[in-house]
């Protein structure tokens, strides 16, 4: 297993060193090989040499790795986020990661999120018209395409069943955003049809946010636009406790190589103090070793986190761990299973 690591910048470099040695742990505990290769994209280098994802990054990426870990972009020097965007969808649109990943384990049962990663009001499509400092119309185009839309519920939808699933809904907003809305619909209730063990069902965007919130165990698996996705998903780790706990996982459903993010980003409010949350970080180690079909280190990790999180946690989640600290009970935890 060779994995691609990007710390990134301000957390994301202090929760990827601390969450490593839990993969060293988890590794030598279930005797896999696992290699990791770090690569310096961030704010540093941009700032430095004005290159964010360098040139043939993703064939190098395609062609020597299983899975890319990245901590988090951001840098309050690069207010426009620049180097985070080259980088992030870089990758996203480079490698065809267009299913994006996130469980949302709650209290009510877990919520398996799918949100689409690569295309709608993200794909870059867009101008302005009138002076560039101070335009009179500014446009960014919603666009999907039914080959991209349709690989993302195909794989969804399966993951949802595989899942052990009943339930899914579609969030959409398709009274509104008329075009994009029915091709969504078309192809949802087109690829449903595939899956007979599954219930589903769909929901104005608006809507859902509001049950999400007062009776999140209303809903299974679901499946989302990219924009209503992204937002729907900081809402999911508000009810978990915290943006520390979310991970995610971007995939493309036509190759092995995925890549592993927590949902948070760089915090620079507290990036230095040691004590920021490896949780999430962690859990997205999990994810990888789930995706690369070896189960039970995943499991085993995922167990290490629910012990430490019961004995202790960081200041994010009302504890009074550092980094390090939280990470110690992790490693004991899956030293001790
Ligand atoms: P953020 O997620 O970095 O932080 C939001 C709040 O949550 C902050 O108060 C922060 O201290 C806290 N927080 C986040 N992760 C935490 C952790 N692991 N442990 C403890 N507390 C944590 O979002 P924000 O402040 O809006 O963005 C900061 C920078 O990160 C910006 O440049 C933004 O563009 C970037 N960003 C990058 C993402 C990525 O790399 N995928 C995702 C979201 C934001």
């Given at each position: 297993?060779?994995?691609?690591?990007?710390?990134?910048?301000?957390?994301?470099?202090?929760?990827?060193?601390?969450?490593?040695?839990?993969?060293?742990?988890?590794?030598e505990i279930f005797d896999l090989d696992a290699t990791?290769?770090?690569?310096?994209w961030g704010a540093d280098r941009w700032l430095r040499t004005g290159v964010g994802l360098p040139e043939g990054a993703v064939a190098q990426l395609r062609a020597e790795f299983d899975a890319v870990l990245l901590g988090a972009l951001g840098d309050p020097r690069i207010p426009d986020m620049a180097h985070g965007r080259d980088i992030l969808l870089g990758l996203r649109r480079?490698?065809?990661?267009?299913?994006?990943?996130?469980?949302?384990?709650?209290?009510?049962?877990?919520?398996?999120?799918?949100?689409?990663?690569?295309?709608?009001?993200?794909?870059?499509?867009?101008?302005?018209?009138?002076?560039?400092?101070?335009?009179?119309?500014?446009?960014?185009?919603?666009?999907?395409?039914?080959?991209t839309v349709q690989r993302f519920l195909r794989y969804s939808l399966?993951?949802?069943?595989?899942?052990?699933q009943r339930r899914v809904t579609l969030v959409h907003k398709a009274n509104?955003?008329?075009?994009?809305?029915?091709?969504?619909?078309?192809?949802?209730?087109?690829?449903?049809?595939?899956?007979?063990?599954?219930?589903?069902?769909?929901?104005?965007?608006?809507?859902?946010?509001?049950?999400?919130?007062?009776?999140?165990?209303?809903?299974?698996?679901v499946v989302a636009p990219n924009?209503?996705?992204?937002i729907i998903s900081d809402i999911g780790a508000a009810l978990l406790g915290g943006l520390g706990l979310a991970a995610s996982a971007s995939i493309c459903p036509q190759a092995r190589l995925a890549l592993f993010e927590p949902v948070h980003g760089s915090a620079p409010d507290i990036a230095g103090t040691g004590v920021a949350n490896p949780y999430a970080t962690v859990l997205c180690l999990a994810l990888m070793l789930d995706h690369l079909g070896h189960r039970a280190p995943a499991d085993a990790l995922?167990?290490?986190?629910?012990?430490?999180r019961a004995e202790g946690g960081t200041p994010d989640v009302?504890?009074?761990?550092t980094t390090s600290g939280f990470m110690t009970r992790v490693l004991a935890a899956l030293r001790h299973q």
């Open positions: 297993m060779r994995i691609a690591v990007i710390p990134g910048d301000g957390i994301g470099q202090e929760v990827v060193a601390a969450a490593l040695p839990a993969l060293d742990l988890v590794a990791v290769e770090q690569f310096d480079g490698l065809d990661l267009c299913v994006n990943h996130r469980p949302l384990p709650l209290a009510t049962g877990t919520i398996e999120l799918f949100r689409e990663n690569t295309q709608g009001l993200y794909a870059g499509v867009g101008g302005t018209v009138g002076p560039p400092d101070r335009p009179t119309v500014a446009i960014d185009e919603c666009v999907y395409t039914r080959d399966g993951r949802i069943r595989d899942a052990g509104a955003v008329p075009h994009t809305g029915r091709l969504w619909r078309e192809l949802y209730a087109a690829e449903l049809a595939a899956f007979p063990e599954l219930d589903g069902t769909d929901e104005y965007v608006d809507a859902f946010c509001y049950h999400l919130v007062r009776d999140p165990g209303r809903y299974q698996g924009l209503f996705g992204d995922r167990a290490a986190l629910a012990a430490a009302g504890g009074h761990d």
